[in-house]
């Protein structure tokens, strides 16, 4: 999917001064591709007529209707907006690691306040959780500038810490999240797989429609190191001194195992898995929301 | 596991071996802190893997460790015995010295080859079984004078070296061989203490070159002149032979004589031992007779022995002796040297099989006629009264005509002036030997200078005391220092006289070994001395290191004759006179004759130099005249030219530049030739012993020292004495070992780099 890279890039991101205008940027980036927001607040299929009401958009006025019968009238389609998007962030101490000038958690943060962006400029409602073993913060879902601009509030106050516990999140969450829609997990997804996949599969029982977002940092994803180092564990897991040399193998054994799981597994729940990097651009991530959009708002559904 | 090492100071180099663990060591200080978020996989992976890498790592460490410690181990060269564990790895590397006998007895015939050849094949023999690609070394020795070693090395280069040598006719110097040996085995023990050189001597047996071992030295051997190389030996100290062979004992090396020499113990052989002059000759037409000594070394009498001399390359009339077994016989020859100057010999014998004693060559100098200078202190014309009439009669005996015994040589040139002739031009006071001042009152102080500076280039000055030396306190004045710098060798105190009815003094005692006055040590001739009467004659105090040749027998046991050296020269005082009124000695003709002769003879001999010498000695020639394009040409025709410039000494002859042992190899007559004079002849000859063939018994020999012992021929050893132990050398298998590590390591480096390498 073509898009716009220097909108997307991250290390132009990264120079943003405000999450608004990482935003306004990803999104614009994304839209100047080959992506159109399929509807503009609206369902795509006719439905009925209805009194124009004041506050109405004026588009939205069936002139042909009036001509003839001089009365305003706007047109209401099959599904109106209002798809619900929830937003859960990882914040737990892992998604600190950075080798670039940024961390996993600054690149899953551009991408949700992106997607906020686009989800509340489209009149869906946007939901935001930030977790780490337990719920950190919380914007209920709403639309609106006032709950974009809260919910990118939130992102800027949020810190990334404490340990892990993806699966007991979910497993939380997925009750409490009231508006069933697209729910799009953002983590590094450094938990045991089944745990995580529980988690899922009580986000998918509960009607919604998980996308899942693994956010690797390339150092983590290559092990490119040469030195001899002594790895301290984010989390508190922990120290060793190692050859990275010595264990590189086995290390990208174990990371391509559990990666391979988690994907097993979403595959299994039919949910989608973007695994990303922080060096690679945002599209990525926000093509996988409006391909989704698309899907649910022509019926598909999941 | 090793019974030593070579180099054991290196063996320290080991403990290099730790090397690589302290940087390994240190390594894991060096671990740089990184905070990781995906630890699990980090813990799984480490996990999994922590053996495998740990015993990678370790493999390394211990390939690294073990290539430093097996190349410290290499260089520190360990041995062990042959029956070792690791004797079946060790190279068994063999350092031998052989020593070959080049002294003129080894050139003894037996059958078709000489004793030399016989060792030469040996040697080759023995060299052929050497492994030079083993390690293998060899060393020639080559025994002489001066013993030669020829390089230490690869055996195929002492092998090359082997038909290169020849024997010489030098005698054989046992002790400093022995000494260049253990030179060679205390190199090769290297601090260890203990040397594992093979040393085998290839000689004859002869019991001469052995006689140096035994018992202490004596005052007598002590005196026997030594090489340059070789250390001074003191009388009471055990010989140098012994010292240097205890010390091969020390080093656990044992000497292995191995006997090439002819069957016989007493080999048959007959030598010229000397050939001496039996008189002094001196000038023209002198007769000269020389005696030829020759011995017989076997064990049977040799009769009718013909004996050939040639003088100047003119043959004598040839004599025979009869020799009787282990015994000596003399032959007697006579010849007139018609002129002065060096009379080349050569005494030859028929041939025998030792041919280098067969002949001797000998040089004889025969002096030129004794220049004297006699100044007459109170000329006359009436014999009696003369102060020097008898004298000059004495110095200058009748010529009659044809007829034994009045064909008279004329020893001495006597020229008689009067004391102011001292001060004419004319005269060169260089012109002569010796000059006698007879009764000469008083000298000017030209004179003075100019006989001081004579006598004090050589010449002889001889005082006689006279009528007319009346002013003893004058001639003190002018001729006699405290101190030694005047002519006089003592203070002329006062005349005594006597009359002639009355006491007369006579000699009391005199010198008796003195060359002037020897003649009258035979008790013989001893009253002519003794019982002359002397009625005057002058007190005198000698000065300190004056000495007195004879005294007189009054109460102070006066000086007759006082001898002093003066610089070059010599100054005599005779307190007498040569005048009857004095003493009757001047008309005691059996008396007077002899006493001038031997006195004036001695008094105005020159030291000739040396003119013989033993083979590959330094030999110095002095010349009367100057020496014009020198050229030296040796016995067998082959020469070279002194072109080092003669040095001119201080009595006016020239010294030539000495002629190096490399010169005078060969026995025989050699010439130096010189441009507008006569070939001037010089003689190297044998060292006598070298003809006494006598071999030593094995008994005796091996009973000699414990470091020696008899080999066979075939270069085992005899009786129960088994060959030194073979030290065998691990230093190529720890090489390769250290090799085969280093190749390792790289292979495993390598191959846990590539498994570790970052693909991208």
């Known amino acids: ?302 | 596991m090793f019974e030593g090492f070579v180099n054991p100071g290196l063996v320290i180099g080991t403990s290099l071996a730790a090397v690589p663990l302290l940087i390994h060591l240190l390594n894991r200080q060096r671990h740089r802190p990184l905070a990781w978020g995906a630890m699990r996989f980090v813990m799984a992976a480490y996990r999994k893997t922590r053996r495998r890498v740990q015993l990678e790592n370790l493999l390394l460490l211990l390939l690294r460790m073990g290539v430093v410690a097996l190349l410290a181990l290499c260089v520190a060269r360990p041995f062990v015995g042959s029956d070792g564990a690791l004797g079946p790895l060790t190279e068994a590397r063999q350092d031998v010295v052989l020593v070959v006998d080049a002294s003129a007895s080894m050139g003894y015939r037996e059958d078709v080859e000489t004793v030399f050849e016989r060792s030469l094949r040996r040697a080759t023999a023995f060299l052929e079984k050497l492994d030079g690609p083993r390690g293998d070394r060899a060393q020639l020795i080559v025994m002489g004078s001066t013993p030669r070693a020829l390089g230490w090395g690869d055996p195929s280069k002492a092998l090359a070296l082997v038909p290169t040598l020849s024997p010489s006719a030098e005698r054989a110097d046992l002790a400093a061989t022995l000494g260049k040996v253990l030179a060679i085995c205390e190199e090769d023990a290297s601090g260890t203490g203990s040397s594992h050189v093979q040393v085998r001597i290839l000689c004859d047996l002869q019991a001469d070159l052995f006689a140096s071992l035994r018992g202490t030295l004596s005052a007598e051997d002590s005196g026997i002149q030594l090489g340059e190389e070789q250390e001074a030996e003191s009388p009471g100290t055990e010989p140098l032979a012994r010292q240097h062979l205890n010390k091969l004992q020390e080093l656990g090396v044992r000497v292995l004589i191995e006997d090439h020499g002819p069957a016989p113990t007493n080999p048959a052989n007959i030598s010229i031992q000397s050939v001496r002059t039996l008189n002094q000759p001196i000038g023209e037409k002198s007769r000269v007779q020389v005696v030829v000594q020759v011995a017989n070394h076997g064990t049977s009498p040799r009769p009718a022995e013909r004996i050939a001399l040639s003088v100047n390359g003119n043959k004598l009339p040839v004599a025979q002796v009869d020799l009787p077994p282990q015994g000596r016989a003399e032959a007697l020859f006579s010849f007139q040297a018609e002129t002065p100057g060096a009379q080349a010999l050569l005494a030859q014998l028929e041939g025998d099989r030792l041919s280098a004693d067969d002949s001797r060559a000998a040089v004889i100098v025969v002096p030129p006629a004794i220049s004297v200078l006699v100044v007459n202190g109170a000329p006359s014309t009436d014999l009696e009264k003369d102060e020097v009439g008898y004298l000059l009669m004495a110095l200058e005996p009748l010529r009659g005509g044809d007829g034994p015994g009045n064909t008279l040589s004329a020893p001495f040139a006597a020229h008689e002036i009067d004391p102011a002739d001292l001060l004419a031009s004319s005269l060169d006071l260089r012109d002569y030997d010796v000059i006698i001042l007879a009764g000469v009152s008083s000298l000017p102080e030209v004179a003075v200078q100019g006989l001081t500076e004579r006598v004090a280039s050589g010449a002889s000055l001889i005082f006689a005391m006279g009528s007319r030396l009346a002013d003893l306190e004058g001639t003190n004045a002018r001729l006699f220092r405290a101190d030694g710098s005047g002519l006089l060798p003592a203070e002329l105190v006062q005349k005594r006289s006597t009359s002639r009815r009355g006491r007369y003094w006579r000699v009391a005692d005199f010198e008796e070994t003195h060359p002037a006055l020897r003649f009258f040590a035979e008790e013989r001739w001893m009253p002519l001395l003794t019982e002359v009467p002397i009625y005057s004659f002058v007190e005198a105090r000698p000065l300190e290191d004056a000495k007195v040749l004879a005294s007189l027998d009054d109460e102070g046991q006066s000086p007759l004759l006082i001898e002093r050296a003066f610089d070059q020269g010599r100054v005599y005082l005779w307190t007498t006179s040569f005048q009857r009124e004095w003493t009757d000695i001047a008309v005691s003709p059996n008396t007077l004759v002899p006493l001038v002769h031997e006195w004036i003879v001695h008094a105005g001999g020159r030291n000739e130099g040396p003119r013989e010498a033993r083979p590959a000695e330094s030999l110095g020639l002095i010349l009367r005249n100057f020496p014009r394009s020198p050229q030296l040409v040796r016995p067998d025709g082959t020469g070279r030219p002194l072109a080092e410039e003669p040095v001119q000494q201080a009595d006016g002859r020239w010294r030539l530049a000495t002629l190096a042992p490399s010169d005078t190899a060969l026995p025989g007559l050699y010439k130096v030739q010189l441009e507008g004079a006569s070939a001037e002849p010089l003689a190297i000859a044998l060292d006598p012993r070298e003809s006494e063939l006598e071999r030593i018994s094995p008994a005796a020999l091996n009973g000699l020292h414990p470091a020696l012992a008899l080999a066979e021929a075939n270069g085992e050893t005899t009786g129960d004495t088994p060959l030194a132990p073979r030290r065998g050398e691990l230093w190529r298998w720890l090489a390769l070992a250290a090799l085969t590590f280093l190749v390792a390591e790289s292979i495993w480096s390598a191959r846990l780099g590539r498994r570790r390498r970052i693909t991208a």
Request: aromatic share 6%; net charge neutral.
């Open chain 1, 1 to 302: 999917m073509a898009s716009n890279f220097a909108g997307l890039d991250p290390a132009i991101l990264d120079r943003l001064s405000s999450l608004s205008l990482v935003a306004r940027k990803v999104v614009e980036g994304t839209l100047a591709g080959t992506h159109r927001s399929p509807h503009r607040g609206s369902s795509v299929e006719f439905a009925q007529h209805r009194a124009y009401a004041p506050g109405d958009e004026v588009r939205r006025i069936d002139w042909k209707v009036y001509a003839r019968s001089e009365r305003l009238v706007v047109k209401e389609y099959v599904e109106e907006t209002n798809l619900a998007c929830n937003l859960l962030l990882d914040a737990s101490e892992s998604m600190a690691f950075s080798s670039l000038n940024w961390s996993k958690f600054d690149y899953a943060r551009w991408a949700v306040a992106a997607l906020s962006h686009l989800v509340i400029g489209a009149r869906d409602t946007a939901g935001l959780v930030v977790f780490d073993a337990g719920h950190r913060s919380k914007v209920p879902p709403g639309n609106g500038t006032a709950q974009e601009v809260a919910i990118l509030k939130t992102l800027e106050d949020s810190t990334p810490g404490g340990p892990t516990a993806i699966g007991e999140v979910l497993h939380t969450l997925a009750p409490r999240l009231r508006r069933r829609g697209i729910t799009m997990i953002f983590s590094d997804f450094f938990d045991e797989v089944q745990t995580i996949l529980e988690g899922v599969r009580r986000l998918v029982h509960q009607g919604h429609e998980p996308i899942l977002v693994q956010v690797l940092d390339p150092l983590e994803k290559s092990f490119e190191l040469d030195a001899l180092l002594k790895l301290e564990g984010l989390e508190g897991a922990g120290s060793v001194k190692i050859d990275p040399k010595a264990i590189r193998e086995a290390y990208l054994e174990e990371l391509e195992a559990h990666n391979q799981e988690l994907a097993r597994g979403a595959r299994a729940l039919s949910v989608d898995l973007i695994s990303t990097t922080t060096d690679k651009p945002l599209d990525a991530v926000l093509s996988a929301y409006l391909t989704r959009r698309s899907a649910r708002a022509r019926g598909g559904g999941r």
